[in-house]
């Protein structure tokens, strides 16, 4: 039982402050997870193994010192603080993430403020969106407003390396940032947490209480299903050992026997592909089935965004366009050449829109 994949919402996602708030849980040495400050430290080390000048008031022998409640720190982390944009007038306002402020408890100096801007799908970046500069400049303000002036830095945390999520990171011009993944990267939070365990393993950090260890384990497994619930996992499963395949990768499959000049009519297609995996599979597919992928995969659709289609790049579901405003006939979509067409999808604030010209810039910085 995985405690995470089963609170996801029924939508087949977990909302991602939870995933903050659960992060920031691990974060803060104070808690009582029993992984003290080791992963604080290994997301630190990051930053300073990036620019030696880093972070150098809590630095000893080139690594993050130790940040645990015993050490000389104190670690005060800020899950979703607001800033405001503008010091005065009508403000527009910022919720960041988790902050993280390490302070010297001598002087009981705030020394730095680390901004994290957690991402857990690339269907919450928004190209055309400032966020990680809106967060920086609110994160100025509220300082400027205190006595405390510490030395920010931004981390910015997505699933895993994409165009999307590089494009955002690169045009934030700051030199004290950081991008940091999920999962299918080298220096991970997933790798972290797996060091973590190692280094129990071989007796170089106390045991973790077998509590803290189940959960965080669980925590494990649900980055590895780039959090996906339950639901819609058992949905994959079932329609792989149903047809041979996902109908999603099936329909893709089909796709490739299309003439890409060609228009087809929406009927023809869904016929067609309906033989197409009885005759892959053996297996006749639920009319309802087809008619929702079918429906998903044309990107210029209004209502594919009910259909759990969360990434505008998402090549795997962007296989049609409407061929005219008439929607009654598709073709094969092709993002370099089809440049204006619109691509809808859910976002975090509903149904979003975007055009390919806008991925692709996105794709070549």
Known sequence: MNIFRILSSNDGSINEPNVSSFLAYLLDPNEDHGISGLLLQEVLNDLVEMNSEFLPKIQY????????KYSGYSV??????????EKKGKRKRRDIDIIIEIIENSTNEILYSICLENKITDASINRNDSQLEDELKGLENYYAGSNSSPEIY???LTPFPSDASGYSFQKLEYDKKYHLYWDNHENSVFNKLIKIFNKEQDGLIDPINNQSSYLIKSFLSFIKTNFKSYIEERKEKLEK???GKPVIDLLNDFSKTLNPDEAYSIDFIRNKFSEYVLNISGIELHNATRNAHVLLSIVNEKNRGHYNVK?????????FRYSDSSKKKIKLFN????????IYYKGDDGIEVVKPVEINAAGSI
Do not use: F, G, H, W
Request: charge should be negative.
């Open 61 to 68: 022998s080139n690594k993050i010192t130790d940040l645990s």
């Open 76 to 85: 005060n982390i800020i899950p979703e603080l607001t800033v405001n944009l």
């Open 154 to 156: 931004i981390i910015y």
């Open 241 to 243: 050992k149903n047809y």
């Open 311 to 319: 990434s505008p790049d998402d090549e795997r579901k962007n296989i």
């Open 335 to 342: 993002q370099e050449v089809d440049t204006d067409i619109n």
